[in-house]
């Protein structure tokens, strides 16, 4: 488990106060995805949230992508068939009930299709959890409130997109 800077909580905190949940959701996978793209290498992830599970992959990682305000994480019947198909399937949650918004990046091999359950003792991927602390931050903070709350969800992409850019150096593992 990890936590995000203060002024990337606040932005997500304000953005969430602008945004119905799954506007908000949609939001949080977008800035993941393009974290994601920040780990050395990863340039090809694809994103695959248009069409449906896993919400991208990389290689041998998939990965399902969350932000919901109920713990354990729920992941349906359709998500957790897609994550068979990976060596290394990984859910990226962030729990949304009040800032500060703890985040996972939980290890699901080998678990049984149930909901979630994120606490201290989730298996995650440390190596992803440290890429994440470091890489999400920055981008939340150079997209800002503006950018999540962008009109359309094009535009969102697109915004998110452009700040990866400007925080590629500080994102790596």
């Known amino acids: 488990m990890f936590y995000l800077s203060n002024a990337a909580n606040a932005i997500l905190e304000a953005a969430g106060e602008q945004l ?14 393009e974290a994601l793209k920040l780990q050395p290498d990863w340039g090809g992830l694809y994103d695959n949230r248009g069409a449906g599970q896993p919400d991208c992959y990389f290689n041998s990682y998939g990965f399902e992508i969350k932000c919901r305000q109920t713990n354990p ?26 800032a500060p ?11 049984s299709p149930e909901p979630v359950k994120l606490n201290h003792d ?22 800002g409130t503006p950018g999540l709350t962008a009109r359309s969800r094009q535009q969102v992409i697109d915004w998110v997109g452009k700040c990866r850019h400007c925080v590629g150096g500080r994102g790596g593992r």
């Not at 994480?73 to 009040?98: C, F, H, K, Q, T």
């Not at 989730?122 to 997209?143: C, F, G, W």
């Open 101 to 111: 918004y703890p985040l996972w990046v939980a290890d699901l091999s080998g678990l």
């Open 122 to 143: 989730t298996a995650v991927d440390s190596d992803l959890e440290q890429h994440m602390q470091r890489a999400l931050s920055p981008l939340i903070e150079a997209v």
């Open 73 to 98: 994480m729920p992941l349906d019947e359709n998500g957790w068939n897609a994550m068979r198909e990976y060596d290394y399937p990984r859910l990226i949650a962030m729990l949304s009930v009040s």
């Open 20 to 33: 119905a949940p799954t506007e908000f959701g949609y939001r949080f996978q977008s800035l993941v995805v």
